[in-house]
């Protein structure tokens, strides 16, 4: 046993070994055990077409391979295999004639290598570039296409057809300066961008190209130069339409400049209506106290004259002089309800209180006109909340204020006031700020009621639905309610009780914080 015979034994990565000019098994190395999976003793003798699939012993090609490696002196492939357990791998095969020293064809040697690993590298990557092949050809939104060294277009995909309006068989072998508007091609911007990618690795920029139907189109390019070992092989270059976007971000720029022009211009009137607003108040402050002082001196002398003892006045003049009081003190009344509702309108501090303490603090403060009516006041034990403090008082004040006065005379003013923990949804139509809970105060009364059909007129400047003479007020109580409110970011609406008598909602959000 020589060495050259030792050293084929050996070899495990390669299958070696003879075949006799019938094609008969004679030899088999440890490599080929490896490869195939059948020792020596159970291969040597058999023909070598068992490792042959199926297909090929139907078109007899191990007869073919031997028949080509005769008359050729070899036969090389690479094709597929089958090992002891019926798997298969993908091998290289080389099928060499071999003769003896007189020239006899004495047999074949076949040297076999295991190729399977590679095989399906080969084929993942081929897969992979077709999906990737495919990827980009479908692709509609962008316009993908490589360019050669020169600016020449060599691929197009369907985005690219889509956004310039050319077919592949219209543009390629076409300089891709085809897309770009005169003044770019005179100051020859498509070469520099060029040279920029190839020398940095990439050029990108958003700008105006031309479609085929020489329509403007704002775009995203970048440009990527592609390199194999060193050597540039030309340019990958992906296009976006952003027109749509660009038109969007002009009328955005020109809505800001309206909206700074209009800013500017209600900066201006702003300022003017500041002022006016200023000096209304000040113009308001000073009619009422000019307003009140002629009022208090004709209630002044009034009373002087009903109880000076010596003027002799008959009924019908005490009569009038009373009604001149009464008509006086309404005035001042009115003066007093305008001025807090112009007050209203003037900046002022929330702190958090307790909605119990200013219910007491009213019920004691209309503790006559309470007792007089003989009214009956029930309330749950209210909440904290972050209000102003001077009109959360005003508040409650003029809605039982407003309920003692239009009480129903046959029987005691019976008052109601609970609370309810809402969350923000729509109530009458105002869709409250979302995220924000709220609470519900319920004012409920059992006195006159109103129409159903006036309840949005209530809450007006002025609004009266009953006669002076029945019902004496200004007007004015439940504007101010409202207003309040409005201030504090709730709402408020009226409804007829089940009984007559009225019910007063409020909304208020509910902030302890």
Do not use: C
């Not at 060599?154 to 310039?164: D, F, L, P, Y």
């Not at 007093?336 to 501090?349: P, T, W």
């Not at 307790?354 to 009214?375: F, H, M, R, W």
Request: glycine share 6%; charged share 30%.
């Amino acid at each position: 046993m020589n060495e050259d015979y030792l050293l084929v034994q050996s070899i495990k990565d390669y299958a070696i070994f003879m075949l006799n000019p019938k094609g008969i098994i004679s030899t088999w190395n440890e490599g080929a055990k490896q490869i195939k999976g059948y020792s020596a003793n159970e291969i040597i003798g058999k023909h070598f077409s068992i490792f042959y699939i199926p297909e090929d012993l139907i078109n007899s090609k191990p007869a073919m391979e031997l028949k080509v490696a005769l008359s050729t002196g070899k036969y090389e492939e690479e094709g597929w295999r089958k090992r002891k357990d019926g798997s298969t791998f993908w091998a290289n095969v080389l099928i060499t004639a071999v003769y003896d020293e007189v020239g006899k064809h004495i047999g074949f040697s076949k040297i076999t290598r295991d190729l399977t690993d590679r095989k399906f590298l080969e084929e993942k990557l081929r897969r992979s570039e077709e999906r990737h092949r495919l990827l980009v050809e479908q692709v509609k939104d962008y316009g993908i296409f490589m360019l050669d060294e020169n600016g020449n277009i060599v691929s197009w995909n369907e985005g690219a057809a889509r956004i310039t309006g050319y077919e592949a068989s219209e543009i390629l072998g076409k300089n891709f300066s085809i897309f770009y508007p005169e003044q770019d091609i005179v100051s020859k911007k498509p070469e520099k961008e060029l040279l920029i990618a190839a020398k940095e690795g990439k050029y990108e920029e958003e700008g105006w190209r031309i479609r085929k139907n020489r329509e403007l189109f704002w775009v995203s390019v970048v440009i990527t130069a592609v390199y194999s070992e060193g050597k540039l092989l030309g340019f990958a270059k992906v296009t976006r339409d952003l027109t749509e976007r660009r038109k969007a971000e002009v009328d955005i720029e020109e809505s800001i400049e309206r909206y700074r022009s209009l800013a500017e211009a209600l900066e201006q009137t702003n300022n003017k209506l500041l002022e006016a607003n200023k000096q209304l108040e000040q113009f308001v402050s000073i009619a009422s106290h000019d307003l009140k002082e002629p009022l208090r001196k004709i209630i002044t002398f009034t009373d002087l004259i009903l109880n000076d003892r010596q003027n002799q006045l008959s009924d019908i003049s005490e009569k009038n002089f009373l009604k001149a009081i009464e008509s006086a003190r309404r005035m001042t009344r009115m003066i007093d309800d305008l001025l807090s509702f112009s007050f209203l309108s003037q900046q002022q501090d929330f702190e958090v209180i307790s909605l119990q303490t200013v219910l007491d603090e009213t019920i004691e403060l209309l503790d006559q006109p309470i007792k007089e009516k003989g009214a009956i006041i029930r309330s749950d034990r209210l909440p904290q909340l972050k209000v102003i403090r001077s009109q959360a008082r005003q508040l409650f004040q003029n809605l039982i204020s407003n309920s003692l006065k239009f009480s129903n005379k046959e029987v005691p003013p019976k008052i109601s006031i609970t609370h309810e923990f809402l969350p923000a949804k729509k109530i009458n139509g105002s869709v409250m700020s979302a995220g924000t809970n709220y609470i519900q105060l319920r004012f409920e009364d059992n006195g006159i009621g109103f129409n159903q059909k006036d309840n949005e007129k209530i809450f007006e400047l002025f609004k009266r639905l009953h006669s002076r003479d029945e019902y004496s007020g200004t007007g004015i109580g439940l504007a101010i309610v409202k207003k309040i409110v409005e201030n504090h970011n709730g709402f408020i609406s009226a409804e007829k009780g089940k009984e007559n008598g009225a019910i007063f909602n409020i909304l208020l959000p509910a902030n302890t914080d």
